[in-house]
């Protein structure tokens, strides 16, 4: 394919239908947009002539969505790809760790495999961008950050990516610190860490580690944080200071933060406020086992917030589709956001915040100079498209095609 070339005959959302004042429905105008070198160049309505020499692809009248960004998930210990397996028994978050340290050089002969496998589903679903967490653990040393850049590799320059070196089996608790120095100096992008109360036992030491090693590489933090009650909204409170103290506002996120499920609104809007002011996002899988934080809240005090898929049919959990936008449409069936205006809002949580529509219903994307990522859905809009977990019909990453197809005309 020629590094330029015209998506013809696809529909882009350009307005909101209002009845006394109310959103009722989403209008849409059929488009051409002009891709070169990944970037749109151009965007101009059907209705005008159209003289090229360019290639032009035939959109078939869909839906033009922005991609979508995976913002949690394992490639390194799925199952996925390989022979369906439950998870075993466990009462404990220290029984799986028991359980890592076999299964894990077990899996380590098909973990590139798996994740490539893996990282193909999720495109499938829409998404561009993975962020991945990967085990930095004295049973596997490096090789899973291996096998995870081995398996992104093939997508390289196509869709990015960010590896969190991710300590497991605690940061202090299996002494994994210089192991996360050298996984900083082999790939890895960010600083996990895991429960620095309840896993690593020490909460300062841990997260003071977890900021040290984030300065010194350059890099931001991730914190998987399942403690609830008052000892994870202490953790939280106290991430956000050593955040501010490190001056890494805008580098630092929490994934999960149960414990703002725990503790009243008001309580959790407090915490929310520290977090907005410390720039810490927080990703969430939405879970329906386990009462779901506060999003509305959250997003309110100007929380970012993020969804991911986290475990895909591991030994952690059985379960996982790798859509995403399946996760948008939990969320919006959670919190009650039934009306078009909020389904359409509950998009930007897949897509780093990307939406057709702004909240008075000027188109703002795509826009000239915007990267050419993209989903084609058979949907009419993005709130439908939500509410029905639209079919997604071709994917775009900065204008190539990477999955689905479509015609040349």
Known sequence: ?????????VRLESGFCLEHGEVVGTTTENCRIRIENGVIAE???????????????DGEDLLVLPAFREMHIHLDKTYYGGPWQACMPATSVFDRIKEEEELLLRQLPT???????LIQLVVKHGATHIRTHCNIDPVVGLRNLAATKAALAGYEGVISSEIV???QHGLLRSDS??????????????????????????????????????????????LHLHDGGQLGVHTMRRLAALVVEAGLQGKAMVSHAFALADVTPAEA??????????????????????????????????VSISLGNDSITDHWDPFGTGDLLQKASRMAERFGW????SLAESLGFITGGKKPLSANGER?????????????????????????????????????????SIRQV
């Open 1 to 9: 394919m020629s590094t330029g070339y015209w998506l013809t005959n």
């Open 43 to 57: 965007i101009v309505s059907s209705d005008q002539p159209l003289e090229t020499e360019l290639p032009c692809l």
């Open 111 to 117: 973990a590139q495999a798996r994740a490539e496998a």
């Open 165 to 167: 070196a991710f300590p």
């Open 177 to 222: 610190i210089a192991l996360m120095k050298a996984a900083l100096q082999e790939g890895a992008t960010i600083v996990g860490g895991v429960d620095p109360a309840t896993v690593d036992e020490n909460i300062e030491t841990s997260l003071q580690t977890i900021i040290e090693l984030a300065v010194s590489s350059g890099s931001g933090v991730d």
């Open 269 to 302: 809007a407090d915490v929310a406020a520290e977090l907005a002011s410390a720039g810490i996002g927080i990703v969430s899988t939405v879970p329906i086992d386990m009462p779901t934080i506060p999003i509305p809240l959250l997003h309110e005090k100007g």
């Open 338 to 341: 039934s009306e078009e205006r």
């Open 364 to 404: 703002v994307w795509p826009a000239v100079g915007d990267e050419a990522s993209m989903v084609l859905v058979q949907a009419s809009c993005s709130a439908e498209a939500v509410a029905r977990r639209a079919k997604r019909r071709v994917v775009l990453a900065k204008g190539q095609v990477i999955s689905g």
